[in-house]
């Protein structure tokens, strides 16, 4: 496994190119109303070696897949100043641009930058915010994404989750065998990295809360599903149970401490809350109806899952320690596979109706449910931890592909990724910020 | 012969009908196999008889399952839409492999469900377990000791065919049987 993990590392430093290209991204469907704003590609005239990341490129490219802003294309720049003293608001303001960003990259020892920016409200003619910051070379995009954020929320007063990643599976067939690996990238398809890799189905990856390791279903042992937990910088993996039947639907409590699964057993697909610390299962649900794919509310103190006691596949809600359920979706004859916004007032959900599978989210103060996805086998949709997108996994030509649409529905894109089925990403939380 | 070539004409129409269906739950694919073969003059009990003719479920013996002529290598039953019932025209072929696992209480089989693609990825594995176990539980009721059958399910993981119609759906919504060391 080391050398496995050697290797790829090895690749990833020798053809960043070619592995960066991974995953691009590409913009379906556009939303009027973008705010304008241009993004000055940075000053690198005082390194001897050229840093390399683009970085204004990827700040660029963050705030145009936001669908909140509309980056002005850089044929269209009019000037490209790198100093506050370059800038003449005027000429921007006639260019209709309302922010403006600035900045340079500069050298300061060998293998570390020193990134700086300003962002300016064109309108009033002022620097909204500026800062400096230190990166390794390896951590430039990671840096452009930090400074996406902070553009994001000065503008729209809410967090960016740029800086973020997202986990998925994909499958290939290699000489007539099937290969499952779990990957991880950042949230633009970039650096993606293989977390493991199985000659059997691997599904259901999901995040704890601290966003450092990962529970997922692997069928490994030949015969029998397992859920695992892998730390995500190590490497390092735990069996958490592998009982007959059913191991399945791992989703972490908020506070981390516990686990929702589902196992049959006990004879039927239920609902199990597994402590952790000591593995000791509780029951929550009982009847001879399919439950499953659990997700806890926010607060922890609800949990909403699948089942078919109605006949259908529809979503219920109960108390965390078990109890009654109460349903929650009535449109269409299935809903499932239910994700919670981080505010817990909305479920993005896949909606079957007239036999197509779409994104829909349910607003669950009124009931009201709205379609956002357009595909016919839509499935696994995950919100963004600031809640503006939802990223799902469709099919195009045949072929499973990762999408986001903004929560609002208005703005659409798709990861192109090339070979393999990609299916059920899962945002990452926010790591190491509030 | 005769026979064969019937069945291959209902199983066709089968097929057919199923390719039109929209996969709704309620179209019941099975019920439209059996009236089109009566409108073919063939009722379900003569397509069971020419299951058995065959060659079928009499020669119940534990070889049988290594001997591909037999009816008994066959080791796949497929399941309607959202459904883990085991239909009626699969019941004789699941009591057979009952008979044989009975009389043999050392032979063991893994029972592994399937589902077609759409809808949820742990819902489908929900489904896969409990067609898994409507096996399990028509088999238990024929003698087979619980000791000798495990269930797992592979939800839509494990495709038998690739394809995203009614056609490719039909043949993965299944149970295998596995039978450990054969």
Not at chain 1, 235 to 246: A, L, N, P
Request: aromatic share 8%.
């Amino acid at each position: 496994m080391k050398t496995i993990w050697i290797t790829l590392l090895g690749v990833c430093l020798y053809l960043p190119g070619w592995l960066q290209a991974a995953l691009t991204i590409e913009i379906t469907q556009g939303v009027e109303g973008a705010v304008p704003i241009a993004v000055v590609p940075f000053d690198t005239a005082n390194n001897r070696q050229p840093p390399p990341q683009d970085v204004a490129g990827i700040i660029a490219a963050d705030l145009a897949r936001s669908g909140r802003f509309a980056p002005v294309p850089e044929q269209n720049l009019i000037a490209r100043p790198v100093e506050t003293s370059q800038v003449r608001f005027q000429d921007w303001r006639t260019l209709g641009v309302e922010n403006l960003v600035i900045g340079k990259v500069e050298t300061v020892a060998d293998n570390e930058y020193s990134v700086q920016f300003r962002l300016f409200d064109v309108l009033r003619g002022r620097q909204i915010t500026g800062y400096s910051m230190p990166a390794k070379s390896e951590q430039l995009r990671y840096v452009a994404h930090r400074i996406s954020d902070i553009i994001y929320e000065e503008l729209t007063g809410e967090p960016g989750a740029f800086a973020t990643h997202i986990a998925y599976v994909i499958s290939e067939s290699k000489n007539g065998k099937k290969e499952y690996q779990l990957q991880l990238a950042d949230s633009d398809g970039y650096n993606p990295k293989t977390l493991l890799t199985s000659r059997q189905p691997l599904m259901s990856p999901s995040w704890s809360p601290d966003g450092r390791q990962l529970a997922y279903v692997s069928f490994e042992k030949k015969g029998r599903a397992a859920i695992f937990v892998q730390a995500i910088h190590t490497g390092k993996r735990q069996e958490i149970v592998s009982f007959e039947g059913i191991n399945g639907a791992p989703s972490w409590s908020p506070d981390g401490r516990s686990m929702a699964v589902t196992l049959s057993r006990d004879g039927n697909p239920e609902i199990y809350s597994l402590r952790l610390s000591d593995k000791k299962l509780k029951r929550l649900t009982s009847g001879a109806a399919i439950d499953t794919e659990p997700v806890w509310s926010p607060d922890g103190s609800s949990i909403v899952f699948t089942s078919d006691r109605g006949g259908s596949p529809q979503l219920y809600r109960m108390p965390a320690q078990g109890g009654r359920a109460q349903r929650i979706t009535f449109e269409g004859n299935y809903n499932a596979s239910a994700d919670f916004s981080v505010d817990g007032k909305s479920l993005a959900l896949v909606h079957g109706q007239g036999g197509r599978y779409q994104i829909a989210v349910l607003d669950l103060d009124s009931g009201l449910l709205r379609v956002l996805s357009d595909g016919r086998l839509d499935e696994s949709p995950s919100f963004a931890p600031n809640g503006s997108m939802i990223i799902y996994a469709t099919e195009t030509g045949h072929r499973g592909v990762l999408a986001a649409v903004s929560s609002d529905g208005h703005f659409h894109q798709q990861f192109s990724l090339r070979g393999g089925n990609v299916r059920e990403p899962v945002w990452s939380p926010f790591v190491g910020r509030k | 012969m005769k026979f064969i070539q019937a069945v291959a004409v209902v199983l066709s129409i089968g097929w057919l009908a199923a390719c039109s269906s929209t996969g709704d739950k309620k179209t019941g694919d099975a019920a439209v196999v059996e009236d089109r073969g009566s409108e073919a003059g063939i009722d379900a009990a003569a397509v069971d008889a020419t299951a058995s003719a065959v060659g079928g479920y009499s020669d119940l013996t534990i070889e049988s399952l290594t001997d591909p002529s037999s009816p008994m290598s066959q080791r796949v039953i497929y399941f309607e839409f959202d459904s883990s019932e085991v239909a009626e025209q699969d019941r004789e072929f699941v009591a057979a492999h009952a008979a044989i696992l009975a009389a043999n209480p050392d032979l063991k089989v893994s029972i592994e469900g399937h589902g077609d693609e759409r809808g949820s990825r742990e819902y489908n594995i929900g489904l896969g377990e409990k067609r898994a176990q409507s096996v399990r539980r028509m088999m238990e009721f024929q003698g087979v000791l619980m000791s000798q059958m495990t269930t797992v399910s592979y939800g839509e993981e494990k495709s038998a065919v690739e394809g995203h119609d009614e056609s490719a759906w039909s043949m993965n919504r299944r149970v295998e049987l596995v039978y450990v060391a054969y």
